[in-house]
C-alpha cells in the first residue's frame, strides 16, 4: 500500500529532533502491540536516542521470546521526554495508567490501526486499512532506511502475524504479504515465532480451554456464541488473563456461529466484553461503539458497566438486532 509521505516525513522530522523517547503500548498487549513498541525501541537505540519502552501489564509469556532484554518494563514516576509515541492504541484511556506517567513532553505520536482511534496525540498516524499496526511500523522503517536486524524482524513479522490471524483474517492484503516475505528475508525466524506464539501454551491455557468448551453457549439460531470468564475460573484453572488471549477464535470458529462474544468480570459491575464477526455485514465495532468502546470491523471489544446478567442481556441484544439488520 502506498504511504503517506508527508505524516511519515513530519513523524521523522520530530524523531530527528528529538532525543529522549517512551513507546507506549495498550493494556493487556497482544502481539501486534508488544511487536510494533520493541521495534521502534530497539531502531530508535540503533540510532543512537534515550528510549524507554513501557506498558502497564506484563506482556503475555508467548511473546517474551521477544524481548530477551526485559525492555518493555512498567511504568516509572513521571519522566521528561521529547517524544511520546504511541503504538496500537486506539485511545489514551487504553495506555491505562502510563497516560499519568507521560503528560510531561513536548510531541505525542499516535501510529494506530484501529477504526475507532480517536486521534489523541499531536500527530496521529491511523491507517484503518492496515491489518496490523507492525504494517504502519515497517512503513516508518522503509522510508527512515532503518536497518531491520533480526529481533526487529521477529518482532514485526509476530505483529503482523497475529493481527490477522496468521494470514488468514480478510482484512489481509496482497501487501501484508509482501511485508512478511520480506521481514523473512531479514532474519524473521518462522520456526521459534510459530512455536512460541501458537505452539507453546502453558498447562493453565489448557484448563482454562477446557471450561470454555464446557460452558460456551450458542443462541439466535446457532449464529451467536460467548461464554463467561469470572474471576473463581481464572483461580480455578491457575490461568491468569494472559491465557485469555484468542480463546474466542475457538468458539469463532464453529460454522453456523456470526458473532462470537467473551464476557469477562473485571469488577464489581465491570465487564469486559471482546466480539468477533466473520460476516462483513455484521460490524463488532460499531456493537461495541454502543458499549463505548471500538476497534475493527471483524474484531472490537468495550467495558460495560453493569450487573453480569444486565451486561449479557445488553450486548446479545444488540448482536442480536445487528444480525437481523444485516440481512434486511
Given at each position: 500500500m502506498?504511504?503517506?509521505?508527508?505524516?511519515?516525513?513530519?513523524?521523522?522530522?520530530?524523531?530527528g529532533?528529538s532525543?529522549t523517547?517512551?513507546?507506549i503500548?495498550h493494556i493487556?498487549p497482544?502481539?501486534d502491540?508488544?511487536?510494533s513498541?520493541?521495534?521502534?525501541?530497539?531502531?530508535?537505540?540503533?540510532i543512537?536516542k534515550d528510549?524507554?519502552?513501557?506498558?502497564?501489564?506484563?506482556?503475555?509469556q508467548k511473546y517474551e521470546?521477544l524481548d530477551k532484554?526485559?525492555?518493555?518494563e512498567?511504568?516509572r514516576?513521571?519522566?521528561?521526554?521529547?517524544c511520546?509515541?504511541?503504538a496500537d492504541a486506539?485511545?489514551l484511556?487504553?495506555?491505562?495508567?502510563?497516560?499519568?506517567c507521560?503528560?510531561d513532553?513536548?510531541?505525542?505520536?499516535?501510529?494506530?490501526h484501529?477504526?475507532s482511534?480517536?486521534?489523541?496525540?499531536?500527530?496521529?498516524w491511523v491507517?484503518?486499512k492496515?491489518?496490523?499496526?507492525?504494517?504502519?511500523?515497517?512503513?516508518l522503517?522503509?522510508a527512515?532506511?532503518?536497518?531491520i536486524?533480526?529481533?526487529?524482524?521477529?518482532?514485526?513479522?509476530?505483529a503482523?502475524?497475529t493481527?490477522?490471524g496468521s494470514?488468514q483474517y480478510?482484512?489481509?492484503?496482497?501487501?501484508?504479504?509482501?511485508?512478511?516475505a520480506e521481514?523473512v528475508?531479514?532474519?524473521?525466524?518462522?520456526g521459534e515465532?510459530?512455536?512460541?506464539v501458537?505452539q507453546?501454551y502453558?498447562v493453565s491455557?489448557?484448563?482454562?480451554?477446557?471450561h470454555i468448551?464446557?460452558n460456551?453457549r450458542?443462541?439466535?439460531q446457532?449464529?451467536?456464541?460467548?461464554?463467561?470468564?469470572k474471576?473463581?475460573?481464572?483461580?480455578r484453572t491457575?490461568?491468569?488473563s494472559c491465557?485469555?488471549?484468542g480463546?474466542i477464535?475457538?468458539i469463532?470458529?464453529?460454522?453456523?456461529?456470526?458473532v462470537?462474544?467473551v464476557?469477562?468480570?473485571?469488577?464489581?459491575?465491570?465487564?469486559?466484553?471482546?466480539?468477533?464477526s466473520?460476516?462483513?455485514?455484521?460490524?463488532?465495532n460499531?456493537?461495541a461503539s454502543l458499549?463505548g468502546?471500538g476497534?475493527?470491523p471483524a474484531?472490537?471489544g468495550?467495558?460495560?458497566?453493569?450487573s453480569?446478567?444486565s451486561?449479557?442481556r445488553?450486548v446479545?441484544?444488540?448482536?442480536r438486532?445487528?444480525?437481523?439488520a444485516?440481512?434486511s
Amino acid at each position: 500500500m502506498k504511504q503517506p509521505t508527508k505524516i511519515i516525513d513530519q513523524i521523522l522530522e520530530v524523531i530527528g529532533k528529538s532525543q529522549t523517547f517512551c513507546i507506549i503500548g495498550h493494556i493487556r498487549p497482544d502481539g501486534d502491540c508488544v511487536g510494533s513498541q520493541l521495534a521502534l525501541t530497539l531502531a530508535l537505540r540503533a540510532i543512537g536516542k534515550d528510549v524507554l519502552c513501557w506498558n502497564e501489564n506484563k506482556i503475555p509469556q508467548k511473546y517474551e521470546f521477544l524481548d530477551k532484554e526485559g525492555l518493555i518494563e512498567r511504568p516509572r514516576k513521571s519522566r521528561t521526554f521529547d517524544c511520546v509515541i504511541a503504538a496500537d492504541a486506539a485511545s489514551l484511556e487504553r495506555v491505562g495508567e502510563v497516560a499519568g506517567c507521560i503528560q510531561d513532553r513536548k510531541v505525542f505520536i499516535n501510529i494506530d490501526h484501529h477504526e475507532s482511534n480517536t486521534r489523541y496525540a499531536d500527530i496521529n498516524w491511523v491507517s484503518a486499512k492496515e491489518p496490523s499496526t507492525g504494517e504502519l511500523i515497517f512503513q516508518l522503517f522503509k522510508a527512515a532506511g532503518w536497518e531491520i536486524t533480526k529481533p526487529i524482524a521477529n518482532c514485526l513479522f509476530t505483529a503482523i502475524s497475529t493481527d490477522t490471524g496468521s494470514f488468514q483474517y480478510p482484512s489481509t492484503t496482497p501487501s501484508t504479504f509482501n511485508v512478511a516475505a520480506e521481514l523473512v528475508e531479514r532474519g524473521a525466524s518462522l520456526g521459534e515465532i510459530c512455536d512460541e506464539v501458537y505452539q507453546s501454551y502453558p498447562v493453565s491455557r489448557a484448563r482454562l480451554l477446557r471450561h470454555i468448551y464446557r460452558n460456551f453457549r450458542l443462541t439466535h439460531q446457532n449464529q451467536i456464541s460467548y461464554f463467561w470468564l469470572k474471576k473463581r475460573d481464572f483461580v480455578r484453572t491457575g490461568a491468569d488473563s494472559c491465557d485469555a488471549e484468542g480463546l474466542i477464535d475457538h468458539i469463532r470458529a464453529i460454522a453456523p456461529v456470526v458473532v462470537a462474544c467473551v464476557f469477562e468480570e473485571m469488577g464489581e459491575d465491570l465487564v469486559r466484553i471482546s466480539l468477533r464477526s466473520k460476516s462483513p455485514n455484521v460490524n463488532v465495532n460499531e456493537i461495541a461503539s454502543l458499549f463505548g468502546g471500538g476497534g475493527h470491523p471483524a474484531a472490537a471489544g468495550a467495558r460495560v458497566t453493569g450487573s453480569a446478567l444486565s451486561v449479557q442481556r445488553r450486548v446479545i441484544g444488540a448482536i442480536r438486532k445487528a444480525l437481523k439488520a444485516s440481512k434486511s
